[in-house]
């Protein structure tokens, strides 16, 4: 009996101590200049008036793994033509290389409009790979950040679309409410966080455009950093 005791206690201890060492699996990989892109943004650089919000996502996104069955975040505009995109977009692949995942993002707006080409350019630009395609008789594009990860598909849609999730959902809200006041239309299902970011318009520079693209990059680093 005590041999029989003694062999079950160091094949536990071996089991342990196996399992203790074992070497942590390497993070999803990007595409290469998606890594190089997200290497040059400073996470600490963000707008200090959404730290509530970004505090709150950040938590929830640590702790999703425990709590949450999945845990959606969406992200609503007046158009769903550029800055809700870009959001999703990068949430998405962000959550995928820092193994977030049952964390999903998702965007709509209080109406639907086509995606902004200069949103598809810029995306491409700094390294994501975008096919079009169609929703529903509308342009769409599928969005890849990793060959070893399902394509995200970019289409505008509004509030009530029926892709979007119903249970364990965070809105935030990307439009100013007090500069837009189209936005304080927007009424979801569930209480929203705010992050307002400038509405991206025809007359805009790429260097406009550019910048406020790599301030959504440095927030949606910052609420995935573990």
Same mark, same amino acid.
């Given at each position: !009996? =005590?041999?029989?005791?003694?062999?079950?206690? &160091?094949?536990?201890? /071996?089991?342990?101590?196996?399992?203790?060492?074992?070497? $942590?699996?390497? &993070?999803? @990989?990007?595409?290469?200049?998606?890594? #190089?892109?997200?290497?040059? +943004?400073? #996470? =600490?650089?963000?707008?200090?008036?959404?730290?509530? &919000?970004?505090? $709150?996502? @950040?938590? $929830?996104?640590?702790?999703?793994? !425990?709590?949450?069955?999945?845990?959606n975040i969406i992200f609503y505009c007046s158009e769903n033509s550029f800055r809700s995109q870009v959001l999703q977009v990068f949430l998405q692949t962000l959550c995928f290389a820092r193994k977030h995942k049952k964390v999903k993002?998702?965007?709509?707006?209080?109406? /639907? $409009?086509? +995606?902004?080409? @200069?949103l598809i350019t810029y995306l491409s630009k700094i390294g994501y790979k975008i096919s079009k395609t169609d929703k529903d008789g509308k342009s769409a594009y599928e969005v890849r950040y990793s060959d070893n990860a399902d394509p995200i598909l970019l289409y505008s849609k509004t509030i009530t679309d029926p892709s979007l999730p119903k249970k364990e959902v965070a809105a935030v809200i990307v439009c100013d409410v007090q500069v837009e006041t189209d936005c304080s239309n927007l009424k979801t299902e569930f209480t929203?966080?705010? !992050? &307002?970011?400038p509405k991206v318009t025809a007359t805009d520079s790429d260097a406009k455009v550019e910048a406020m693209v790599n301030n959504i990059a440095t927030e949606m680093l910052y609420v995935t950093q573990k």
């Open positions: !009996m =005590k041999k029989t005791l003694f062999a079950f206690v &160091a094949i536990s201890l /071996a089991a342990i101590a196996l399992t203790s060492f074992r070497p $942590n699996l390497a &993070a999803p @990989k990007l595409y290469p200049e998606l890594e #190089a892109y997200f290497k040059t +943004i400073d #996470a =600490k650089q963000f707008d200090k008036a959404h730290i509530n &919000a970004l505090e $709150n996502l @950040k938590s $929830n996104i640590s702790f999703s793994s !425990m709590d949450y069955p999945d845990y993002a998702f965007s709509a707006g209080l109406i /639907a $409009n086509e +995606i902004d080409s @200069k929203p966080l705010y !992050m &307002a970011f």
